[in-house]
């Protein structure tokens, strides 16, 4: 009996179908190796987009039962392996998912991403705190809660509010009482329900809250990113390739090796690091007496090793903690604090150093003559900090 071609086989794959991107494993560049042994073996090789894909399972059946049916086959082997980075990113381009459409966020000036290479830092409580600290400059500021396992944006703003959907069947966006506009996934899903997506759902949960949206116009939007290097680190890179990023450390030289990972991250996906802020700093006592918990001199080494400015160290605060669990921002309840002062302080430093004039979504295409130049490719040499 002759046996199937590879052509043939491929055609029997594309009647598989990933259930969460709705799309065959043809199309998406998932099918990795065909190979066609003399005695009937057929070997497919699917690649994943994460390690631990929980349709693993689905795709094994769905490939055996596809293969099987053809003449000539005398069994099948389902191998799996993992998409390299290049290729997932290939993946999101297919899915049209790499583009916001043109003027999603036309409105917004500056995107800025804090971003660690691990949890626990205070990503989440300086994003707030910046951002409240932003607004009471008087500037307009959202806050999108890019961490959807462990959002804790609602809370650290105090907002309580469900998100409305306007007439245009946009959504709008909770506003704290810092004027600090709000989008998380916490608004979504019911309390501590836990979130199991794969990365390219991050993606297109993140793609909608940058569509859908209502952010109006923003003079920065804070992105409060995951921690590590993962998926969304990559998507914030593709759907708003002028975002830069702050990376936050705490002071103990041990932990510079796992930050410096998200900058060689963002040095990947060609994402600027404007700078590192080093948190949980020395703790003065009212006494005067400091305490370096967790140790000293971390963040100002990463800045050194990155080549970028350190943006300011917070110290370690029971004040901030606590107002961060009450949903009151320091930076507006006691500014002049020593966490409170600390972070107004990078809040200007940002302010200072970011382009207020130049609208986030102008391609050079789309951009009067006058700064087309200082776009597209060239977007690096605005002024940095
Ligand atoms: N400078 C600080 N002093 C005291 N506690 C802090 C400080 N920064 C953050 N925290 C606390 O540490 C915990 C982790 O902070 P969080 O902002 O949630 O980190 P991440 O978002 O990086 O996971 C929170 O309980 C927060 O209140
Ligand atoms: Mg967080």
């Given amino acids: 009996m002759s046996l199937p071609t590879e052509e043939q086989v491929r055609e029997k794959l594309t009647a598989v179908i990933d259930p969460e991107l709705r799309r065959n494993i043809v199309e998406l560049g998932m099918v990795r190796s065909i190979e066609i042994k003399d005695d009937g073996q057929i070997n497919v090789t699917v690649s994943l987009t994460t390690p631990g894909c929980p349709i693993r399972s689905h795709f094994q059946d769905a490939v055996v039962k596809q293969v099987s049916q053809l003449d000539g086959v005398s069994g099948v082997g389902v191998g799996f392996d993992v998409l390299s980075e290049d290729e997932k990113a290939g993946l999101m381009q297919t899915l049209g998912r790499g583009k916001l459409p043109q003027g999603a966020l036309a409105q917004v000036k500056n995107?800025?991403?804090?971003?660690?290479?691990?949890?626990?830092?205070?990503?989440?409580?300086?994003?707030?705190?910046?951002?409240?600290?932003?607004?009471?400059?008087?500037?307009?500021?959202?806050?999108?809660?890019?961490?959807?396992?462990?959002?804790?944006?609602?809370?650290?703003?105090?907002?309580?509010?469900?998100?409305?959907?306007?007439?245009?069947?946009?959504?709008?966006?909770?506003?704290?009482?810092?004027?600090?506009?709000?989008?998380?996934?916490?608004?979504f899903v019911n309390d501590n329900a836990a979130v199991v997506w794969r990365g390219a759902m991050l993606h297109k949960a993140l793609q909608q809250f940058l569509e859908d949206v209502a952010w109006g116009e923003l003079d920065y939007l804070l992105l409060d990113l995951p921690p590590g290097t993962g998926d969304v680190a990559m998507s914030m890179a593709q759907l708003l390739p002028q975002a830069k990023i702050a990376i936050v450390t705490t002071p103990q030289p041990a932990a510079q090796s796992v930050a410096a990972r998200s900058a060689e991250m963002a040095g990947k996906v060609d994402v600027e690091v404007m700078g590192v802020i080093e948190n949980m700093a020395g703790f003065t006592t009212p006494g005067g007496e400091t305490f370096s918990i967790f140790g000293e001199g971390g963040g100002e080494m990463l800045a050194n090793e990155l080549g970028v400015p350190l943006l300011g160290d917070v110290p370690l605060s029971e004040e901030l903690r606590e107002h961060a669990d009450t949903g009151n921002p320091l930076t507006i309840d006691q500014p002049d604090s020593p966490a409170g002062e600390a972070i107004r302080g990078i809040a200007r430093k940002i302010i200072a150093n970011t382009p207020r004039e130049l609208p986030m979504i102008q391609t050079a295409q789309t951009a009067t003559p006058e700064i087309a130049p200082k776009l597209g490719k060239n977007a690096r040499e605005l002024p940095v900090l």
């Fill in 111 to 187: 995107v800025i991403g804090i971003a660690s290479g691990k949890g626990g830092v205070g990503k989440s409580t300086l994003t707030a705190n910046l951002a409240a600290a932003i607004a009471a400059e008087g500037h307009s500021v959202g806050v999108l809660d890019c961490d959807v396992y462990g959002y804790s944006i609602p809370r650290m703003l105090g907002v309580d509010l469900k998100p409305e959907v306007n007439a245009e069947r946009k959504i709008l966006p909770p506003v704290a009482e810092s004027g600090v506009r709000t989008m998380s996934m916490g608004y």
